[in-house]
């Protein structure tokens, strides 16, 4: 199988049922990209397929071979930039876990609509879960990558 | 978690000054055996090996007695160090360090173990890092001294320059290796707080936000050693119910599964992949003994429990004057039964442990809240001595108490595997999320039945209250906390009650129940401060008071309460009107030595909706070492208190439990999450810790401003919806 990922190709022999959130993790080494749940609950394993926010826990990797895949390692651009500045700016992170997930998720908002209001912020990112619960500082991260990509 | 002792500050400094020094002067000085202590005790190379490390590069690595799982012990630690060994902020980093009771013992929590949990890490990191700094200090400063041929008294450190007026200076790592040729001197003065650059300054920040923002931070599931095989294990369906046989046939013909192995805790299914593993498990075919399994549903186990309440109970936790008298006498009586779930923990990152055995040495990997105490089980497991086991204490998704049982299950079950396959290759045994929301190990159900009285004047003057709920403690390490059959995990937040009520009682009756049980985060405070702020708020209406009015006049001992009360009141504009649809409820409660007062929003919709809306939180956790991190941690367990409060629950049927994965066990998302306001209390007092404070108030806090909404008391917990 032959996957486009962070912009380089990579082959690769595996069951091509196999979901991409694994072989991201376990065949090619990018594990930055989380298993939270493997049931499309909690988000911790969103990657970018053709720039649409997905859940690799679910999608089998025979279904995205020809689509650019964007995983958290190869996040740029000017809305990654400012979601990552944003992030540190407020220390958002507690244990951490799931903040791919949130990164990859807020991004694929703010490239889609970058002025977004609480409550297109609820509609992307409830599928996100955060046991640490840094959800207030998730939604103050977002208004600020706004800010950020204004100036 | 009950057991929780607070130690006078002069002991506390003694007692780690002791410890300290014995291992600098033992470990290096005077070139004794290795301790066993370091992340790497093979580079031996810093007066710390303990506590910190200096590399050549200047870089200052602390390596915590803690482990990380979010809270943001990591960055507080460090900031102590940087403090007394003036370095610069950006010259710290932090890891885990191993299995070590002598070294890294949690002074707050007693001093027998390593762990961290009770919201003790910072209390007991004090005194002991900030000597660990001062001490490396020192010995940089002799360094120079005897370098440069100046008088100590004339040198500088700051920001992690090391200097004397002629001009000489120095950099850490320039002089770390004449500084480990130091004397370790017997005493060194820690500074001045007003002298403190650091410790509790609002510029502190996380020294992991910029991995954990990048993805490049790694967790024990991303470690991926030479060979290594990852393991599924199928876990019984029953609690209690072991393998009868099994039939890996099928199993063994999955592409990638490598071996199919027994294990106690069920049957291991190793794979050369996670994805392997999985479908391994999915094919296997187990054959269960339930004959001992518990079989008992929560409505079976619920009537059970009321059953008990009704009966005279087990064991009298505290008493005093006489309640049945004074509730005889009460003008008013009021009397209420409340109900909670069992209540999963449901870290982020799924439980997961490494095993790796090369002769004689055991390596194990994971981020573990006990360390010494795994290491302890993994010597028996392994049948090994104990310092042949090497913990590697990683960075944790999230934890809440999950990742410390007192069996260590997670890595008796990579040992096994490993062992099962001849210690061939490493072995990670890696839970799914079903594994972790089914295998137990929950916050215990209870039942608490409370009756209270009001005399004429509005004074409560009589309470009674009975717990009815499992054990925690009992047949842990920690039995001898078990007195007289009252375990204090179940009680704390009732039984020492800040409340001067004249005639008060609280009795415990234990279920005896095959589900096996775990410290939750805040443990028995999550519980009991929803049931004594409920019933506070319920006689304060019967009374005709204001809600925070009647609880200040019942705290008059307690100042610390008063303050949050008074403090949230005013930035909670109590006394103002709220516009429509809006409601308001308070909560205060002390956990572990931190008291955090909540005044909670609530917009209530047209169908009988409602949602939190705003949060106003104070806390007096004594010193603010990290103002910034003590924020983050009420913002966060706001948000995982008023999740259980609104959502979570694992019920059984039949024994086995409903629930699976998130879609069943639910939990806070974003769109629930209310604005947080957090106030600290500004205070030099000894820390007091705040990881676990802020969950107990939110659940009484919300649920008394659904009382100002609908006039009615909601006592099932996760609280039903309004219509
Ligand atoms: S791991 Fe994919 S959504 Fe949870
Ligand atoms: S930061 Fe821990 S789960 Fe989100």
Same mark, same amino acid.
């Given at each position: 199988?032959?996957?486009?990922?962070?912009?380089?190709?990579?082959?690769?022999?595996?069951?091509?049922?196999?979901?991409?959130?694994?072989?991201?993790?376990?065949?090619?080494?990018?594990?930055?990209? #989380?298993?939270?749940?493997?049931?499309?609950?909690?988000?911790?394993?969103?990657?970018?397929?053709?720039?649409?926010?997905?859940?690799?826990?679910?999608?089998?990797?025979?279904?995205?071979?020809?689509?650019?895949?964007?995983?958290?390692?190869?996040?740029?651009?000017?809305?990654?930039?400012?979601?990552?500045?944003?992030?540190?700016?407020?220390?958002?992170?507690?244990? &951490?876990?799931?903040?791919?997930?949130?990164?990859?998720?807020?991004?694929?908002?703010?490239?889609?609509?970058?002025?977004?209001?609480?409550?297109?912020?609820?509609?992307?990112?409830?599928?996100?879960?955060?046991?640490?619960?840094?959800?207030?500082?998730?939604?103050?991260?977002?208004?600020?990558?706004?800010?950020?990509?204004?100036? | 978690?009950?057991?929780?002792?607070?130690?006078?500050?002069?002991?506390?400094?003694?007692?780690?000054?002791?410890?300290?020094?014995?291992?600098?002067?033992?470990?290096?000085?005077?070139?004794?055996?290795?301790?066993?202590?370091?992340?790497?005790?093979?580079?031996?190379?810093?007066?710390?090996?303990?506590?910190?490390?200096?590399?050549?590069?200047?870089?200052?690595?602390?390596?915590?007695?803690?482990?990380?799982?979010?809270?943001?012990?990591?960055?507080?630690?460090?900031?102590?160090?940087?403090?007394?060994?003036?370095?610069?902020?950006?010259?710290?980093?932090?890891?885990?360090?191993?299995?070590?009771?002598?070294?890294?013992?949690?002074?707050?929590?007693?001093?027998?173990?390593?762990?961290?949990?009770?919201?003790?890490?910072?209390?007991?990191?004090?005194?002991?890092?900030?000597?660990?700094?001062? $001490?490396?200090?020192?010995?940089?400063?002799?360094?120079?001294?005897?370098?440069?041929?100046?008088?100590?008294?004339?040198?500088?450190?700051?920001?992690?320059?090391?200097?004397?007026?002629?001009?000489?200076?120095?950099?850490?790592?320039?002089?770390?290796?004449?500084?480990?040729?130091?004397?370790?001197?017997?005493?060194?003065?820690?500074?001045?707080?007003?002298?403190?650059?650091?410790?509790?300054?609002?510029?502190?920040?996380?020294?992991?936000?910029?991995?954990?923002?990048?993805?490049?931070?790694?967790?024990?599931?991303?470690?991926?050693?030479?060979?290594?095989?990852?393991?599924?294990?199928?876990?019984?369906?029953?609690?209690?119910?072991?393998?009868?046989?099994?039939?890996?046939?099928?199993?063994?013909?999955?592409?990638?599964?490598?071996?199919?192995?027994?294990?106690?805790?069920?049957?291991?299914?190793?794979?050369?992949?996670?994805?392997?593993?999985?479908?391994?498990?999915?094919?296997?075919?187990?054959?269960?003994?339930?004959?001992?399994?518990?079989?008992?549903?929560?409505?079976?186990?619920?009537?059970?429990?009321?059953?008990?309440?009704?009966?005279?109970?087990?064991?009298?936790?505290?008493?005093?004057?006489?309640?049945?008298?004074?509730?005889?006498?009460?003008?008013?009586?009021?009397?209420?039964?409340?109900?909670?779930?069992?209540?999963?923990?449901?870290?982020?990152?799924?439980?997961?442990?490494?095993?790796?055995?090369?002769?004689?040495?055991?390596?194990?990997?994971?981020?573990?809240?006990?360390?010494?105490?795994?290491?302890?089980?993994?010597?028996?497991?392994?049948?090994?001595?104990?310092?042949?086991? #090497?913990?590697?204490? $990683?960075?944790?998704?999230?934890?809440?108490?999950?990742?410390?049982?007192?069996?260590?299950?997670?890595?008796?079950?990579?040992?096994?595997?490993? #062992?099962?396959?001849?210690?061939?290759?490493?072995?990670?045994?890696?839970?799914?999320?079903?594994?972790?929301?089914?295998?137990?190990?929950?916050?215990?159900?209870?039942?608490?039945?409370?009756?209270?009285?009001?005399?004429?004047?509005?004074?409560?003057?009589?309470?009674?209250?009975?717990?009815?709920?499992?054990?925690?403690? /009992?047949?842990?390490?920690?039995?001898?906390?078990?007195?007289?059959?009252?375990?204090?995990?179940?009680?704390?937040?009732?039984?020492?009650?800040?409340?001067?009520?004249?005639?008060?009682?609280?009795?415990?009756?234990?279920?005896?129940?095959?589900?096996?049980?775990?410290?939750?985060?805040?443990?028995?405070?999550?519980?009991?401060?929803?049931?004594?702020?409920?019933?506070?708020?319920?006689?304060?209406?019967?009374?005709?008071?204001?809600?925070?009015?009647?609880?200040?006049?019942?705290?008059?001992?307690?100042?610390?309460?008063?303050?949050?009360?008074?403090?949230?009141?005013?930035?909670?504009?109590?006394?103002?009107?709220?516009?429509?649809?809006?409601?308001?409820?308070?909560?205060?409660?002390?956990?572990? !030595?931190?008291?955090?007062?909540?005044?909670?929003?609530?917009?209530?919709?047209?169908?009988?909706?409602?949602?939190?809306?705003?949060?106003?939180?104070?806390?007096?956790?004594?010193?603010?070492?990290?103002?910034?991190?003590?924020?983050?941690?009420?913002?966060?367990?706001?948000?995982?208190?008023? &999740?259980?409060?609104?959502?979570?629950?694992?019920?059984?049927?039949?024994?086995?439990?409903?629930?699976?994965?998130?879609?069943?066990?639910?939990?806070?998302?974003?769109?629930?999450?209310?604005?947080?306001?957090?106030?600290?209390?500004?205070?030099?007092?000894?820390? $007091?810790?705040?990881?676990?404070?802020?969950?107990?108030?939110? !659940?009484?806090?919300?649920?008394? /401003?659904?009382?100002?909404?609908?006039?009615?008391?909601?006592?099932?917990?996760?609280?039903?919806?309004?219509?």
């Amino acid at each position: 199988m032959k996957l486009l990922i962070n912009e380089a190709s990579h082959e690769f022999d595996a069951d091509p049922e196999m979901p991409l959130l694994w072989v991201l993790r376990d065949l090619l080494g990018l594990t930055g990209t #989380k298993f939270g749940c493997g049931a499309a609950q909690c988000g911790a394993c969103t990657v970018h397929v053709d720039g649409v926010a997905v859940r690799a826990c679910i999608t089998t990797a025979s279904s995205v071979e020809g689509q650019a895949i964007t995983t958290i390692e190869g996040l740029n651009g000017k809305a990654a930039e400012a979601v990552q500045e944003a992030w540190m700016r407020l220390d958002v992170p507690q244990c &951490g876990y799931c903040q791919s997930g949130q990164i990859m998720s807020a991004v694929a908002l703010l490239t889609e609509n970058a002025t977004p209001g609480d409550a297109d912020i609820d509609a992307a990112m409830d599928g996100n879960l955060c046991r640490c619960n840094t959800y207030h500082r998730i939604r103050a991260g977002i208004h600020e990558a706004v800010r950020i990509m204004e100036r | 978690m009950g057991r929780r002792q607070t130690y006078p500050t002069k002991e506390l400094s003694r007692r780690s000054f002791l410890v300290l020094s014995a291992v600098a002067g033992g470990g290096l000085v005077l070139g004794l055996p290795n301790l066993n202590a370091s992340a790497d005790e093979t580079s031996a190379q810093t007066p710390f090996e303990a506590y910190l490390r200096i590399a050549p590069d200047s870089s200052v690595t602390v390596l915590s007695a803690h482990v990380e799982m979010g809270q943001g012990i990591f960055s507080g630690i460090a900031a102590l160090v940087a403090e007394e060994l003036d370095a610069d902020i950006t010259q710290m980093h932090a890891v885990g360090a191993s299995g070590n009771t002598r070294l890294y013992n949690n002074i707050t929590m007693g001093g027998t173990m390593q762990e961290t949990q009770g919201s003790s890490a910072m209390s007991s990191s004090f005194e002991r890092y900030r000597r660990a700094g001062a $001490t490396a200090r020192a010995m940089l400063v002799t360094a120079a001294a005897r370098t440069w041929n100046v008088a100590e008294e004339e040198i500088t450190v700051d920001a992690g320059v090391i200097a004397h007026p002629s001009g000489k200076s120095a950099s850490f790592g320039e002089l770390v290796e004449a500084a480990v040729r130091q004397p370790v001197p017997s005493d060194v003065k820690l500074k001045d707080p007003k002298d403190w650059r650091y410790i509790g300054s609002e510029k502190l920040r996380r020294l992991d936000a910029k991995a954990k923002s990048s993805g490049r931070q790694d967790y024990t599931i991303d470690i991926k050693l030479p060979d290594m095989l990852t393991a599924v294990v199928a876990h019984p369906p029953l609690f209690g119910a072991a393998v009868k046989s099994f039939d890996a046939a099928a199993a063994k013909r999955v592409k990638g599964v490598v071996d199919v192995v027994e294990i106690s805790h069920g049957v291991a299914v190793l794979g050369q992949n996670m994805w392997a593993a999985i479908k391994g498990r999915e094919a296997l075919v187990v054959e269960w003994n339930n004959d001992k399994a518990e079989k008992r549903g929560s409505a079976r186990l619920l009537q059970e429990y009321r059953d008990l309440a009704a009966r005279p109970a087990d064991a009298l936790a505290v008493s005093r004057g006489d309640a049945d008298l004074a509730m005889a006498d009460a003008a008013t009586t009021l009397e209420a039964t409340y109900e909670f779930p069992f209540l999963a923990h449901a870290p982020m990152e799924p439980l997961n442990a490494i095993a790796h055995r090369l002769g004689d040495r055991l390596d194990l990997w994971g981020g573990f809240q006990m360390p010494d105490h795994y290491q302890k089980i993994a010597a028996k497991t392994a049948d090994l001595p104990q310092d042949a086991v #090497k913990l590697h204490v $990683t960075m944790a998704g999230g934890a809440f108490g999950r990742r410390g049982t007192p069996d260590a299950q997670i890595v008796v079950e990579a040992i096994e595997c490993a #062992k099962a396959i001849g210690w061939r290759v490493p072995v990670k045994v890696q839970w799914t999320r079903e594994d972790d929301i089914t295998a137990g190990r929950y916050r215990p159900m209870c039942v608490h039945v409370l009756k209270a009285g009001l005399t004429q004047e509005g004074k409560v003057s009589a309470w009674k209250h009975r717990i009815v709920g499992q054990s925690i403690l /009992a047949g842990t390490q920690y039995e001898q906390y078990v007195q007289g059959g009252v375990d204090p995990s179940l009680t704390e937040g009732a039984a020492d009650t800040p409340y001067g009520i004249p005639h008060f009682a609280v009795e415990v009756s234990n279920a005896k129940v095959g589900v096996p049980t775990l410290w939750w985060r805040a443990v028995g405070h999550s519980h009991n401060a929803y049931v004594m702020e409920t019933m506070i708020d319920e006689l304060a209406a019967a009374a005709g008071s204001d809600p925070i009015e009647f609880r200040i006049g019942l705290l008059a001992e307690r100042p610390r309460h008063i303050q949050v009360l008074n403090l949230v009141a005013e930035k909670a504009n109590w006394g103002k009107t709220l516009s429509a649809g809006r409601f308001r409820g308070v909560a205060v409660h002390e956990t572990y !030595g931190s008291v955090v007062a909540q005044v909670a929003e609530i917009v209530v919709d047209g169908d009988g909706g409602f949602r939190v809306d705003r949060v106003v939180c104070a806390i007096d956790c004594g010193l603010a070492v990290a103002p910034d991190q003590i924020r983050a941690q009420m913002e966060g367990g706001i948000g995982f208190g008023l &999740g259980a409060t609104l959502h979570s629950k694992i019920t059984l049927s039949d024994g086995a439990v409903d629930q699976t994965n998130f879609d069943t066990y639910e939990v806070l998302r974003l769109s629930g999450m209310p604005k947080v306001e957090v106030h600290i209390v500004p205070l030099t007092s000894p820390s $007091t810790g705040a990881g676990e404070a802020s969950v107990p108030p939110i !659940g009484p806090a919300v649920a008394n /401003a659904l009382a100002a909404a609908t006039g009615r008391r909601s006592r099932v917990l996760p609280l039903q919806p309004l219509s």
